[in-house]
């Protein structure tokens, strides 16, 4: 008896072949059947497991980036009163560390099998909190360039700008703007999950919701890197331990880069692996702001203390004031 119920289990788990083979059926949404074949198959569901190497790595990445900024943040918080850490931004560092961090989780939201509310916050997470960091390395551009080219030709307006926080009025207008462009994106129609059927997969994604929209967060985030970028090659001449140029341009030449070749494979290719470009190049932005931003720094702070000091800074100063213009 047992003999006959494991056969029966196995001819009703074959693929039925079509009452007459010399006519076509169409096949269900979620079969497909190779050329010439008399018989639909069952499509691999694929989307990014928890258990892929693939996803353990993203994620480990992700986890890195936590538990670096966090480390960064103590270190800067036990050096809060030296040069290197004013120079950087101070407070504007702690903000910016915190906006990594809450930038990474949304490499742990392409993980796992897409619901809505996973679509609604993967995308929305990331460019929130990485438009914030980057609207921070763009004001810390610009007053740097501000205090040694500008505060002398227009003292009132950068005294205004100091006087009234210019620097947060800034950050939280740009910051609130892409806060406010997501909740429309995503109250007028915001990312779905979505089926995409390739041969023998069905490819678990989630749709980009209303397209202008999603243009318009892009083009805002572009051109806050086209401004920063701006900004930060104005100083390219300026006294090293102040000349970030080379630093946010590097972290800013990863973002863009990794974020066209992102776009470049979600237009040209399908498939299983294209769901781990867009968790890469989330991981890329962020690290290039780490390593061109905050490890410099780090590393003058724990490798050449002696650099670290006010009177390393003022002869740093005194030697660009007197070069010849």
């Known amino acids: 008896v047992h003999i006959l119920e494991s056969v029966t289990q196995t001819f009703s788990s074959l693929p039925l072949p079509t009452a007459d083979p010399y006519s076509c059926i169409a096949c269900q949404k979620d079969e497909w059947a190779r050329n010439g074949s008399t018989s639909c198959t069952k499509r691999s569901i694929e989307y990014l ?4 190497s693939l996803a353990i790595f993203l994620m480990f990445q992700a986890s890195s980036i936590i538990l670096i900024s966090m480390a960064i943040l103590v270190l800067f918080l036990c050096k809060n009163d030296t040069p290197v850490v004013k120079s950087a931004g101070g407070r504007l560092c702690f903000f910016m560390l915190c906006c ?17 509310a996973i679509c609604t916050l993967r995308n929305s997470v990331f460019v929130v909190f990485y438009v914030a960091c980057l609207s921070c390395l763009a004001v810390r551009s610009f007053q740097i360039v501000c205090i040694f080219k500008m505060a002398a030709k ?3 307006a950068y005294d205004f700008w100091v006087k ?29 999950p979505n089926q995409i059927a390739l041969y023998s997969e069905v490819i678990l994604d989630c749709t980009y919701g209303v397209i202008p929209i999603f243009y318009v967060i892009v083009l805002f985030a572009t051109l806050l890197g086209i401004a920063c970028f701006s900004f930060a090659y104005m100083g390219t001449d300026l006294p090293k331990n102040y000349n970030e140029g080379k630093s946010i341009t590097f972290s800013l030449l990863i973002f863009f880069i990794s974020w066209v070749i992102s776009l470049t494979v979600h237009l040209s290719t399908k498939g299983k692996h294209t769901l781990s470009v867009n968790p890469f190049s989330v991981l890329c932005s ?14 003058i702070i724990i490798i050449r203390p002696e650099r670290n000091t006010a009177a390393y800074f003022q002869t740093a100063i005194q030697s660009y004031t007197l070069q010849p213009r």
Do not use: N, R
């Open 49 to 52: 497991h928890s258990d892929d």
């Open 100 to 116: 990594l961090s809450m930038s990474s989780i949304s490499v742990f939201l392409y993980i796992g099998k897409p619901t809505e």
């Open 154 to 156: 227009l003292p009132k």
């Open 164 to 192: 009234h926080g210019g620097q947060w009025i800034t950050i939280i207008t740009t910051t609130v703007i892409m806060l406010f462009l997501c909740i429309l994106w995503i109250a007028i129609e915001g990312p779905k």
């Open 286 to 299: 962020l690290y290039g702001i780490l390593f061109g931003y905050f490890f410099p720094k780090c590393y």
